[in-house]
């Protein structure tokens, strides 16, 4: 259980272009999902929470016009990185909060990321 | 300002031995930490987790202790296997707040 897919796994796209990528919750409701980018070695960097059906809360220095994000349903969330430019080439990953039945804390489960270069 | 700090960017164990991997972090209002597995160009899986209510969990060859004291976790594998090898992050939550804060990762090489 707990699975998470995001699509495409790779893109390349010309610098300019928007591209947008897809989260979903394969087998559970995800009433929060999490947006994150990654840089070659380093810490995955929060840039955004999706809640279903309200707006997305952006962290500190994450361009809102930029990295669009759009909470559809409780099993998809899509970020568009909007006229993208090659420092936007990172890796883009998503995750989802799965409520454990009951406890305080929820778990995040993790997509496979997408692999993002802009020419 | 980096919350949660993994001070050894890269470890290397022998098979079968153990592996501690370290967790430093500032803000003492986290309360609830964990540990992910990252393969390359893969996202990361959930390996455990404690609580502060706890000092200890365990879950087959993974231990997580817990220092609140010293704001110091750590992660023990034993025994280490080379299927082992990949980046492990720690990350923290505080009470009330979903987000999580993820340490820089250390890469983990189980010598065969």
């Known amino acids: 259980g707990a699975v998470v897919s995001q699509h495409p796994s790779w893109v390349i796209c010309k610098s300019g272009t928007s591209v947008k990528i897809e989260c979903r919750s394969l087998d559970f409701q995800a009433t929060t999902m999490f947006w994150y980018r990654q840089f070659p070695k380093q810490s995955l960097m929060l840039m955004a929470t999706s809640n279903e059906g309200s707006k997305a809360t952006y962290e500190q220095g994450v361009e809102k016009d930029k990295f669009l994000i759009n909470h559809a349903s409780l099993t998809l969330s899509t970020l568009t990185v909007t006229s993208a430019h090659p420092e936007d080439s990172s890796f883009y990953i998503c995750s989802a909060n799965t409520p454990s039945g009951g406890l305080l804390y929820n778990e995040q489960f993790f997509g496979p990321g997408t692999r993002l270069t802009v020419l | 300002d980096q919350q949660v700090k993994q001070n050894s960017p890269s470890l290397r164990v022998q098979e079968g031995r153990i592996s501690i991997l370290n967790c430093d972090y500032t803000?003492?209002?986290?309360?609830?930490f964990l540990w992910y597995k990252k393969y390359p160009a893969e996202g990361p899986t959930f390996l455990i987790s404690?609580?502060?209510?706890?000092d200890k969990n365990e879950d087959g060859r993974f231990t997580v202790f817990l220092n609140k004291s010293a704001k110091h976790l750590s992660l023990h594998i034993v025994p280490s296997q080379p299927g082992d090898s990949a980046v492990y992050f720690c990350?923290?939550?505080?009470?009330?707040?979903?987000?999580?804060?993820f340490g820089q990762g250390t890469r983990l090489t189980i010598n065969p």
């Open positions: 990350a923290a939550s505080a009470q009330g707040a979903q987000k999580l804060v």
């Open positions: 803000n003492s209002m986290f309360d609830y």
């Open positions: 404690i609580s502060s209510i706890k």
